[in-house]
């Protein structure tokens, strides 16, 4: 039976919203992640994060120092019983950086594969999924792989919902205050399916 999932922006969704996030000291969780995430494992449910880091095809920082930050988010919720079940990030960008890094990929948000590619991984019905995240891209990526799209107030969240453009145009399936508003909201969703 495939799993549902619970896809995760990781700035300004997870973690604090700094601007390009390049060196481990600038990585501060947001308060309640924590507590969201775990709810997230006990109820089942597949935690992935999905990040864009055109930083480094941008030359801001390197490949290396995004995977020395997701060590350290994980260790950071690990202290506090958390876990996410798989990290996806997309390097790329379709106008700058070196070859192999300057591409018009299939991962970066709101394009779809770095879902697809955890649907094939973890045996993830995107279907009946979930995705949580703080700005319209995250939104659009969701409804594009036909997953739910939670915003959340954090991070870039309100001032996209009061100021974007595309208000009305991308319409969230779900407002939430925070990662732990918008995991509860999940969590009694599918336990209200299970009865
Ligand atoms: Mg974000
Ligand atoms: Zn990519």
Redesign the pocket.
């Known amino acids: 039976m495939p799993r549902v999932g619970v896809f995760l922006?990781?700035?300004?969704?997870v973690i604090e919203?700094v601007g390009y996030v390049n060196h481990p000291e600038r990585l501060r969780l947001l308060p309640r992640s924590a507590e969201a995430i775990r709810l997230l494992n006990d109820a089942g449910l597949a935690a992935v994060l999905v990040t864009n880091q055109s930083g480094v095809a941008r030359g801001y920082f390197p490949e290396k120092l995004v995977q020395e930050l997701h060590a350290t988010l994980e260790r950071l919720l690990a202290r506090e019983g958390a876990r996410l079940d798989a990290i996806y990030y997309c390097p790329h960008h379709p106008d700058v950086g070196p070859p192999g890094l300057r591409l018009d990929c299939d991962c970066r948000k709101p394009r779809t594969g770095m879902l697809d590619r955890a649907a094939v991984d973890l045996g993830i019905d995107v279907a009946r999924s979930y995705m949580i995240?703080?700005?319209f891209r995250?939104v659009k990526c969701a409804q594009a792989a036909g997953a739910l799209a939670i915003m959340v107030q954090t991070?870039?969240g309100k001032g996209e919902l009061e100021y974007h453009p595309d208000r009305g145009r991308v319409i969230p399936d779900h407002q939430a205050s925070d990662l732990l508003d918008a995991a509860a909201w999940i969590v009694t969703r599918e336990r209200a399916k299970g009865d």
Do not use: F, I, L, P
């Not at 922006?9 to 969704?13: I, L, V």
């Open positions: 922006d990781r700035d300004g969704t919203e995240g703080d700005t995250d991070g870039y």
